[in-house]
Every structure is written in C-alpha cells, then in structure tokens.
Nanobody, 124 residues
C-alpha cells in the first residue's frame, strides 16, 4: 500500500556531505513518523534520525550536529542531510515510514513500511 523510494547514496570522502531522499507513494491516509536507519553487515539496524509529522526530531548521539532530518509533508518526502561524514557513517541507509492506511474492511490502522535501502560509502 505504501512504497518508499530512496535516493542520494554514493561514495564520499571523509568530511564530505551527502543528501538522502525518500519519497512515499501509494494508498494511505497520512504519513506519521518518518525515519532513517542504517545497517552494516552482521550488525543490527540502528536508528539514525526520526521526524514526526509535526516536525519534531530525534537523532542518534553519533550523528548529532552533523546530520539533519527534514520533511516536506506535501510531497510525502523525507530528507537526510549528512555533513562531516566519517568512515563509521558508511552503511546501507533505510527509510521507514509509519502510515495510516485503510484495510479491506474500511478500518484505518497504522503500519510501518521500509524502503529498499541506499548505500553510503565513506572512503578516502
């Protein structure tokens, strides 16, 4: 019912910047929280940043002051501006959205959806 498409990953040198985007589409009533997670092979997926529909934000300690999450509700899109990238920021980055959808019985409910991931490589 909800598709999330990420873009913006790539290769960057330490100290560089990247901007990730994630656009939601499909059949939904509204998009509530949107977030970015990251994961490396063999490790758990970790929350990087979250933004509510009311624009409240929360960040992992490791990215505070360097990353900025934002969203444009009219476009159902969330962004992650990543500055001063470090080697340890390299990972697959995933977008997550909590959406209100309508079930087959007409009842509304919340569900979470994930994007396919975009790779961020930080290397000199």
């Amino acid at each position: 019912q909800v598709q999330l498409v990420e873009s913006g990953g790539g290769l960057v040198q330490p100290g560089g910047s990247l901007r990730l985007s994630c656009a939601a589409s499909g059949r939904f009533v509204s998009i509530n929280d949107m977030a970015w997670y990251r994961q490396n092979p063999g490790k758990q997926r970790e929350l990087v940043a979250l933004i509510t529909s009311g624009y409240s934000t929360n960040y992992a300690d490791s990215v505070k002051g360097r990353f900025t999450i934002s969203r444009v509700n009219a476009k159902n899109t969330v962004y992650l501006q990543m500055n001063s990238l470090k080697l340890e920021d390299a990972a697959d980055y995933y977008c997550k959205a909590i959406a209100v959808v309508v079930g087959t019985t007409g009842v509304r409910y919340e569900a979470q959806y994930w994007g396919q991931g975009t790779q961020v490589t930080v290397s000199s």
